[in-house]
């Protein structure tokens, strides 16, 4: 019997609302990468769970497959010569929960152990940075906790800032698909002055009001004129699920990443506030489903 290897990699909320392309969390839902080696013909992808029969299993379309031989090719190591690459899937596919960058840091961290271990946490998040465009997803997937990340040429800094357990996520998914190269394409070229400095004072208040437990600080923080109101109508009864959770109890509440999900912020009340969103989806005509979550302090890791 040839290697086996199991990596468990978390959801991610990216944006937080103010924080577009540069806030992620990462929230205790998680995929996990399975390699098992074997004698056979060559690397072969399989799914198991959301996404199966979707997901494209084809060693040059596949995210993970991808940031695997990424791993590979900077260690200068091949990967082993045949093996089934399993991907256990909960995180829903194209919902705005991060999938392709857990596939992306999961796959290069997979591929890391498989090459040799020679990339650390930082060169890795470079190289999943570069795959995917922009940092906010794949940095929490790989680091946990919370992370506030700028890319700097071929470099991405991250400070990652650990989030306690009072803090609940309530992460609300409609049936409804929103790919993120479509909701880019609605967002503007050139912005207003002012709603720059809207956003400025907004993303440093959130971030403190998570430094410093000021959960009270959470719906200022949350507000953005970047993205959301570009975005919020792609999503069926968005605003009013948006309003749905307030009224429940929830701290505050925003698009997460990209959409469709839409995710509350609670430390109280969170099943009423699941209920409360998943009701305001129905009576937009989409079946939703939920879940409580917490932050994840942990980010891709084997077990
Ligand atoms: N920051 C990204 C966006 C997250 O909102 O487009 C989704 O990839």
Redo the contacts with the bound molecule.
């Keep these: 019997m040839g290697k086996v290897i199991r990596v468990r990699v978390p959801a991610t909320s ?2 937080l609302g103010s924080g ?2 540069a806030l992620g969390v990462a929230l205790t839902l998680y995929n996990e990468l399975c390699f098992y080696e074997d004698d056979g013909d060559g690397i072969r992808v399989e799914v198991e769970g959301l996404g199966r029969g979707e997901i494209p299993t084809a060693l040059s379309e596949n995210m993970a497959s991808i940031a695997m031989a990424e791993a590979a090719a900077l260690n200068g190591t091949a990967l082993p010569k045949s093996g089934v690459l399993r991907l256990i899937n909960r995180i829903p596919p194209a919902r ?1 929960l991060g999938s ?2 857990a596939a992306l840091a999961g796959g290069i961290f997979l591929g890391n152990v498989l090459t040799g271990g020679g990339l650390d946490r930082q060169a890795m998040l470079n190289a999943v940075t570069k795959l ?1 465009g ?1 940092p ?2 794949v940095a929490p997937a790989l680091c946990g906790g919370l992370c506030i990340s700028v890319m700097d040429g071929g470099r991405t800094i991250t400070q990652v800032v650990s989030l306690d357990e009072e803090l609940s996520f309530i992460a609300v998914s409609p049936s409804v698909e929103v790919p ?1 190269e479509r ?2 394409a609605v967002l503007p070229q050139t912005l207003a002055y002012k709603d720059g400095v809207f956003n400025v004072g907004r993303v440093a208040l959130l971030v403190t009001a998570f430094i410093t437990k000021h959960y009270e600080h959470l719906p200022y923080g949350l507000e953005d004129k970047l ?1 959301m109101p570009y975005r919020l109508p792609l999503i069926p009864g968005g605003a009013k699920v948006l309003q749905a959770a307030v009224d429940a109890g929830a701290l505050g509440v925003t698009v997460s ?2 959409g469709s999900t839409i995710i509350a912020f609670a430390t109280k009340n969170e099943a009423a506030v699941q209920a409360a969103m998943e009701d305001a989806f129905m009576q937009a005509g989409l079946t939703a489903s939920g879940h409580i979550l917490k932050a994840c302090n942990e980010g891709a890791k084997l077990i």
């Design positions: 990216a944006n577009f392309d705005g392709s960058s995917e922009h906010d997803n993120t909701a880019r993205h990443g990209s």
